[in-house]
């Protein structure tokens, strides 16, 4: 039987920590988002990377305790958070992710996302799909067709996800999902005029050398 956190995050890829954040810390964290988002000008490409750099808000939320002891367990003893996004979808921004891994992105070591709802998603508003257990098959080859202008120039083909194995990933605000950097994944598109906000923080094992990421300037140790 699958108990602890860590069994299901080595199953699965990923892990889901409900109700992480609290109603109020979800709502502060949207208001400080949407005030930052405001100050640089909010963009159509719908993610914005740096939210600790710019708020010390969100530099808190990343050290959360609770968030920090879940990710020991995974990750170890040492645990550093690299650097952070705000993916945010509406009625005029409404792009869904492809199917990708994020380890083509970054390389290295292994990295841990926790993507966190700051509003209720589901399919219709454009929550992440994964293909549970995907993390096994190691870094897959990422050719697929990028042509369409939404970034993500990594991405798996379409006949490389098998739907009958897909998992849709319905989330109510405050809750969080520890994923997996091979952890097969995507978004629906938000064809529901409603928002969906995700903050995206990601993590690596202290104690494992990498490049110099040139994304991670806001990068601290959060396990003391
Ligand atoms: O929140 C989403 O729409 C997914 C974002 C995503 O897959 C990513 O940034 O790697």
Same mark, same amino acid.
Not at 73 to 102: C, M, R
Not at 124 to 129: E, F, K, V
Not at 173 to 179: P, R, S, V
């Given at each position: 039987?699958?108990?602890?956190?860590?069994?299901?995050? *080595?199953? &699965?890829?990923?892990?889901?920590?409900?109700? +992480?954040?609290? &109603?109020?810390?979800?709502?502060?964290?949207?208001?400080?988002?949407?005030?930052?988002?405001?100050?640089?000008?909010?963009?159509?490409?719908?993610?914005?990377?740096?939210?600790?750099?710019?708020?010390?808000?969100?530099?808190?939320?990343?050290?959360?305790? @609770? +968030?920090?002891?879940?990710?020991? @367990?995974?990750?170890?003893?040492?645990?550093?958070? +690299?650097?952070?996004?705000?993916?945010?979808?509406?009625?005029?921004? $409404?792009?869904?992710?492809?199917?990708?891994?994020?380890?083509?992105?970054?390389? /290295?070591?292994?990295?841990?996302?926790?993507?966190?709802?700051?509003?209720?998603?589901?399919?219709?508003?454009?929550?992440?799909?994964?293909?549970?257990?995907?993390?096994?098959?190691?870094?897959?080859?990422? /050719?697929?067709?990028?042509? *369409?202008?939404?970034?993500?120039?990594?991405?798996?083909?379409?006949? @490389?996800?098998?739907?009958?194995?897909?998992?849709?990933?319905?989330?109510?605000?405050?809750?969080?999902?520890? !994923?997996?950097?091979?952890? !097969?994944?995507?978004?629906?598109?938000?064809?529901?005029?409603?928002?969906?906000?995700?903050?995206?923080?990601?993590?690596?094992?202290?104690?494992?050398? $990498?490049?110099?990421?040139?994304?991670?300037?806001?990068? !601290?140790?959060?396990? /003391?």
């Amino acid at each position: 039987m699958v108990t602890t956190f860590k069994e299901q995050f *080595d199953l &699965q890829g990923y892990v889901v920590l409900p109700q +992480l954040f609290s &109603q109020e810390e979800i709502r502060m964290l949207k208001e400080e988002a949407r005030a930052v988002l405001d100050r640089i000008g909010m963009n159509k490409v719908g993610v914005y990377v740096g939210m600790s750099i710019a708020s010390g808000m969100f530099k808190t939320a990343a050290a959360k305790p @609770e +968030l920090v002891a879940a990710l020991k @367990e995974i990750i170890g003893d040492s645990v550093i958070f +690299l650097s952070d996004k705000i993916v945010y979808k509406n009625a005029s921004t $409404d792009f869904g992710s492809p199917w990708h891994q994020d380890y083509p992105y970054w390389e /290295g070591s292994h990295k841990f996302s926790v993507w966190i709802a700051l509003d209720d998603a589901a399919p219709a508003n454009g929550c992440l799909r994964v293909v549970p257990g995907s993390h096994l098959l190691g870094a897959v080859s990422h /050719g697929g067709d990028a042509s *369409d202008g939404l970034g993500f120039d990594n991405r798996l083909g379409r006949d @490389e996800i098998d739907e009958s194995q897909v998992a849709d990933l319905h989330a109510t605000k405050g809750d969080a999902i520890i !994923f997996h950097d091979l952890l !097969f994944h995507s978004s629906y598109r938000n064809t529901s005029g409603h928002d969906r906000w995700a903050l995206i923080s990601t993590y690596k094992d202290g104690t494992l050398e $990498d490049p110099d990421y040139p994304w991670a300037l806001a990068a !601290f140790t959060v396990s /003391g």
